[in-house]
């Protein structure tokens, strides 16, 4: 009565079962970071994915975790895959104890005294497993400059995940666009916080999170610019981290300082900014008389505090913009 089942179970012994994994609209997988701590979910284009990716290492976006392909699975797909893995083994089952009925049926004899039937009901009968279908699009997609392999991810991304390359443009364009998305929320962070904590804590984070966008900013063209001098020599500790010694260092790889790009007033007004970042990181904000002496600020007496505005964030965004475009262009990298 129960060869058929018996005769599935045999073959379920070391059965595998395959499920489809879709691109989505525009070509991409997903694939998630197998790093506990990180877990980041990226899209790689699915051609690429096959041409340009190797099966030995693949690299996180954001982490730079290097594991072999097989290891990119997301979390969403491995959990597809056991469901539809289970509902095909139950289908299996489930149709085996189906036929084993109908053949139990047929055996009766006709007209027999007393009949016997035999009923399997409801249950699973897919034995095929459904595709899993792919996550959102993402906005962001990106093009590595060493190994041309496309990857899509939200918010913004290190490193390639075909070749592992870090790209300082990408990385400073990214950083740039985080800042501004940080200056850019401070109202509904504002509001959200005032509702949640109350006004005098709102104004606190807000301000904090103004202050930390002219270091952001500061670090994110230091990075930028030893990433660029790679090729030019070892720059002095923190040699970037100042416009004079900056700008001079330029001059003498490239036969251009900061002055080829920015004004004098533009130049100025920089000086200022980084200026301000300095004091906030030292000096808790407060004016001491080195600062109005290397500013030329003048609209501040020794003893004040820094007030961060908004313009100021936005005049940092645009003259590092302004320099990091001109950096790049001088450097051959554009
Ligand atoms: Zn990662
Ligand atoms: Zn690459």
């Known amino acids: 009565m129960f060869e058929d089942l018996i005769k599935t179970l045999g073959n379920l012994n070391g059965r595998s079962v395959s499920v489809n994994i879709e691109a989505d609209e525009k070509g991409y997988l997903d694939k998630q970071c197998p790093a506990e701590n990180c877990e980041f979910l990226f899209k790689v284009n699915d051609e690429d994915w096959k041409n340009i990716f190797t099966d030995e290492s693949v690299w996180c976006p954001m982490c730079r975790h290097e594991a072999p392909s097989k290891q990119w699975f997301t979390v969403e797909q491995v959990k597809h895959l056991k469901s539809e893995a289970l509902t095909v083994v139950k289908g299996e089952i489930n149709n085996a104890l189906r036929s084993g009925a109908q053949k139990f049926n047929q055996r009766q004899p006709r007209n027999s005294f007393i009949s016997m039937s035999m009923e399997v009901k409801g249950g699973v009968k897919r034995t095929y497993t459904l595709p899993a279908k792919a996550a959102e699009v993402m906005q962001l997609e990106i093009q590595c400059e060493s190994c041309s392999s496309r990857f899509a991810v939200i918010g913004s991304a290190y490193f390639c995940p075909a070749c592992g390359v870090n790209s300082v443009v990408r990385t400073f364009d990214d950083s740039l666009r985080k800042i501004r998305a940080k200056k850019d929320s401070e109202d509904v962070v504002r509001s959200a916080l005032t ?27 230091q990075k930028y610019c030893e990433g660029l001098y790679e090729g030019y020599g070892k720059p002095p500790f923190n040699a970037f981290q100042r416009i004079e010694e900056g700008s001079n260092l330029w001059k003498v790889a490239l036969g251009d300082g900061y002055e080829k790009w920015l004004s004098s007033s533009e130049l100025n007004e920089l000086k200022i900014q980084y200026q301000k970042r300095h004091l906030l990181a030292h000096q808790e904000g407060i004016v001491d008389e080195r600062y109005v002496k290397n500013s030329g600020d003048v609209s501040y007496k020794v003893g004040q505090r820094l007030v961060v505005a908004t313009g100021d964030v936005e005049a940092l965004l645009m003259l590092l913009g302004k320099l990091g475009q001109g950096l790049k262009v001088a450097c051959g990298r554009a």
Do not use: I, K, Y
Not at 195 to 221: H, K, N, Q
């Open 195 to 221: 509702e949640a904590l109350g006004r005098d804590e709102a104004e606190l984070t807000c301000r904090s999170l103004r202050e930390t966008c002219l270091t952001d900013g500061v670090t994110a063209f």
